[in-house]
C-alpha cells in the first residue's frame, strides 16, 4: 500500500487481509499518513554514543580542519610503505598492480583536458590540489585490504614519504597537524570553480 493514501481509498480497502495485518503490527507502528512525517518507531537500534560518531566522523578539510595529532616523516613512511604499500603501487610508488602514486618526473604536467588521455596521467604529485586529503584517503582507505588499520603517526609518515617522492617536501619535513595544510601542491591552482552563468555547469 503507497503511503500516502486518502482516508477514502483507505475504508475502500479494508478486508480480512487488512484486519490480520493490523492485529500483527505492533502497537507503536504507525504509518505515516502526509510526505514528510516520520512518526515510525521500530523498537530497536539506540542512540549513537559520542565515541561511536568521532570513530565514524575522520574527514580531513583542506585547510587542515579534522586533522588528528601525532607527526611523521618521509624516512619513517618510507619503511611502512615497503611493508604494507609497495606489493600493490611499486617499490618508488611508480604503480604496479594498482595505481601510480608518483609523478613520472619533477616537471610531469597537470593532465588538463589538451591531453586525450588526462586520466591516465593522473597522480597525486600533479593532480591532487590539497595535501591534507593524502592524509584522509590513507587514512580511510588504505592499505586496500585492512582499511582504518594505520595509526596516527603512521599516516603522517607516509603522507611524508609520498610528498616526498613527489618532489613537494624533503625528506626531513615533519609533518602534523600544523605543517601539513601549509604545503601546497603542484595542482592548487589548476581547479577553479565553476561560476559560468549562461551555460550548464559541469562539475
Ligand atoms: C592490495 C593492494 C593495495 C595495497 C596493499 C595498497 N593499495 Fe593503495 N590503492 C589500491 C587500489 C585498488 C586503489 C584504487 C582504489 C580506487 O580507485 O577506488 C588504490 C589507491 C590508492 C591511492 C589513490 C591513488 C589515486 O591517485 O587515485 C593512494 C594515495 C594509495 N592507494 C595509497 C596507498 C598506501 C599509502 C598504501 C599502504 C599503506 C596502499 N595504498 C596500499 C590498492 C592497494
Not at 593532465?111 to 586525450?116: F, I, K, L, Q, T
Not at 582499511?147 to 607516509?158: A, H, I, K
Request: hydrophobic share 35%.
Amino acid at each position: 500500500m503507497p503511503a500516502r493514501v486518502s482516508r477514502t481509498t483507505k475504508v475502500l480497502c479494508i478486508s480480512p487481509a487488512f484486519f490480520l495485518l493490523l492485529a500483527c503490527t505492533p502497537p507503536e507502528l504507525s504509518i505515516a499518513e502526509e510526505e514528510g512525517e516520520r512518526p515510525i518507531i521500530y523498537g530497536f537500534g539506540s542512540p549513537a554514543t559520542a565515541e561511536e560518531i568521532a570513530a565514524w566522523d575522520i574527514d580531513v578539510r583542506p585547510d587542515g580542519k579534522g586533522l588528528p595529532p601525532g607527526s611523521g616523516t618521509a624516512a619513517k613512511g618510507a619503511e611502512i610503505y615497503a611493508l604494507k604499500c609497495a606489493a600493490c603501487h611499486g617499490a618508488n610508488g611508480e604503480g604496479g598492480l594498482n595505481d601510480r602514486l608518483v609523478v613520472s618526473s619533477p616537471d610531469e604536467q597537470f593532465p588538463d583536458s589538451s591531453d586525450a588521455n588526462s586520466w591516465q596521467h593522473r597522480t597525486v604529485g600533479n593532480y591532487w590540489p590539497y595535501a591534507t586529503t593524502l592524509f584522509d584517503y590513507i587514512r580511510r582507505s588504505m592499505p586496500f585490504t585492512l582499511p582504518g588499520s594505520l595509526q596516527s603517526d603512521e599516516v603522517y609518515s607516509l603522507t611524508a614519504h609520498l610528498l616526498h617522492l613527489n618532489h613537494i617536501i624533503s625528506e626531513s619535513d615533519e609533518m602534523n597537524a600544523k605543517t601539513l595544510p601549509k604545503v601546497v601542491m603542484p595542482a592548487h591552482g589548476k581547479f577553479v570553480l565553476d561560476d559560468r552563468q549562461e551555460h550548464q555547469e559541469v562539475h
